[in-house]
């Protein structure tokens, strides 16, 4: 077994007698190969050796990322089968005549293969260059459109609209017990004024990083090869970087229309950005009610109970319905986008938007989405005036 070098590929008519029953077969041990040799190392290493995967489970693998098993090698060792295949998060080796194995085999096993990859180093060599090399980065839009999901949740949850405030107490036994009734009431305001200041925040932010991953994925690529001219599109207004979109873009059929209610909507959202950023105090803007004085003698003009005063006033200008409101600009902001999509275009925009780690090829000037979920892969290529949408061979199991 560790005796690396006596390793062949495995003989299709062997293999067929052990299945038929024609030759004796052992009992098989599974080893797993998880940290000690970097996958990508080990797969260069099998490839350079054997040739490409000749296992029977790379002919049950769809030409997509979404398999169970990445690559499959069908070895041999004198009259025992190895079936050496590779999965996301380990490597499986079925050993036939295998006793269990301990971690120092597995370690051992490592080694050896490690110290034979210099018998085969210009072999590696030259698979590892046949390699695409991607980078996988966290997308901006994907996480906040998550942390807004959850926010939402949360503020659902805490149904702010259904706490019923404790009236002033008006008698001994009323004030027993309006201390724990008060209580309860302000944890839930004071847990609603987080969520929903932070909702009102975040709300310009995620339309933002909506229209900077259109210009990522969409860019021209004449665009993208000129730092100077890629660099300028994302210094301008935001207003400007939607109304240009059709121009430093492929993929759009027709302009956003600019008149439409849902982009007056998004500039407006645009326009209270900074006051909340920058804790801007204008009181043309903040106010929510008036009181008079008589000197030092304050005059309200009704009065409130101090629930009231104290939780209800707290949410002023960041009630849970204009924070839902918010976000409903940017929502309407991302649907007048999607209307000026042609639709290749828009079903790569809309695997972007799910995807929380897609990935950048720097050779190619290519994002993709690398990994499957909801069961799809896509890949959106910008190298020429159209664009098109391919499927990648990534793999990684769906479980």
Partial sequence: MFDIGAWKTADPGLMLEKIRGETHRLPVELWIIDSEIAPVDLYVYLYARFGP?????MKLKSPTSDNLVHWHWSLQYLDRIIEFSGFTMFAQMAVEGSSEPTTDDVAQLVNNIKADFRNYGDDISQVRKGLE???????????MSRVVTRF?????????????????????????????RFKACADVYSEALGICTSLRMLAPVVA????????????????RVDQRLYDNIFR???????????????GFKKPVDASDRRFKDFQSLMQQRNDFLHGNINPAKLAFGEVFFDGTIPLPKRYEDMAELALVNSLKHVEPETALRDLAVVEGLIELVFDSLEDKAAKAVQMFMDTLDPGWNEEKKRPGVLFPRNQSTVVFSTKDSGSTASERSDQRPSA
């Fill in 53 to 57: 995967p000749n296992g029977f489970q």
């Fill in 133 to 143: 090399r991607w980078s996988v980065f966290i997308n901006p839009y994907c996480r």
């Fill in 152 to 180: 939402c949740e949360r503020l659902e949850e805490l149904n702010v609209g259904g706490v019923i405030l404790p009236a002033n107490p008006k008698s001994p036994e009323d004030m027993e017990s309006f201390g724990s």
């Fill in 208 to 223: 933002e990083s909506f229209i900077n991953l259109v210009i990522f994925l969409l860019v021209h690529p004449s665009s």
């Fill in 236 to 250: 301008q207004d935001i207003d400007v970087r939607v109304r240009a979109l059709h121009l430093n873009c492929i």
